[in-house]
């Protein structure tokens, strides 16, 4: 089965850049899709195909692919933005696969 | 815009079934496909099935084959999730989620449901 890793938690400072990582096999030639989830809400998509944005979402969120890693950037970061933030891929012999999460703090 | 409304939560007790309900507006709903996703305390999220809303058909995750039965209600623009034979391990909180234009992402989500199994 296809696994997505991620790391646990990212800090960040107000105003500066934050990236979180998705690692898996070959994880450049699938679509790479982002979510933000806060707690009590509906989770969002923030990116979808490795680096398009849904409308409303910010500018400021970009992604990006590489290799085995997809990332997530977060320019000038807000406390608004504190949430986890999940990758998500499909692959062929698992269908629908998530990452575990990042939980990032804006301290 | 779009929504989607889920059901209240529940509580079960082990070896009961759950039927988690899922009204969507906004949008045509027989254009779109309906996920089911779940995480579990501490879990990642978990993909279980969709159905495609316009035709019925279904797929569902290795993992849940055979307990898992997702429908829909094309008159009341509703998707529906049962999960039969539950154990304390499907605790968790249940989101339906609807896909996008490129089929392989989930566009919109709904707050999710509680689901607690416990005797």
């Known amino acids: 089965s296809y696994v997505l890793t991620q790391p646990p938690s990212v800090s960040v400072a107000p105003g500066k850049t934050a990236r979180i990582t998705c690692g898996g096999h070959?994880?450049?030639?699938?679509?790479v899709h982002w979510y933000q989830q806060k707690p009590g809400q509906a989770p969002v998509m923030v990116i979808y195909y490795d680096r398009d944005r849904p409308s409303g979402i910010p500018e400021r969120f970009s992604g990006s692919t590489s290799g085995n890693t997809a990332t997530l950037t977060i320019s000038r970061v807000e406390v608004g933005d504190e949430a986890d933030y999940h990758c998500?891929?499909?692959?062929?012999?698992?269908?629908?696969?998530f990452g575990g999460g990042t939980i990032l703090t804006v301290l | 815009q779009v929504q989607l409304v889920q059901s209240g939560a529940e509580v079960k007790k082990p070896g009961a079934s759950v039927k988690v309900s899922c009204k969507a507006s906004g949008y045509t709903f027989t254009d779109y496909p309906i996920h089911w996703v779940r995480q579990a305390p501490g879990q990642r999220l978990e993909w279980m099935g969709y159905i495609k809303a316009g035709n019925g058909d279904t797929k569902y995750s290795q993992r849940f084959q055979g307990r898992v039965t997702i429908t829909r209600d094309t008159s009341a623009t509703t998707g529906y999730m049962e999960l039969s034979s539950l154990r304390s391990e499907d605790t968790a909180l249940y989101f339906c989620a609807r896909g996008g234009n490129g089929w392989y992402e989930l566009a919109y989500w709904g707050r999710g449901t509680q689901v607690t199994v416990s005797s």
């Open positions: 070959n994880i450049g030639s699938k679509g």
């Open positions: 998500q891929v499909w692959d062929s012999s698992s269908d629908w696969v």
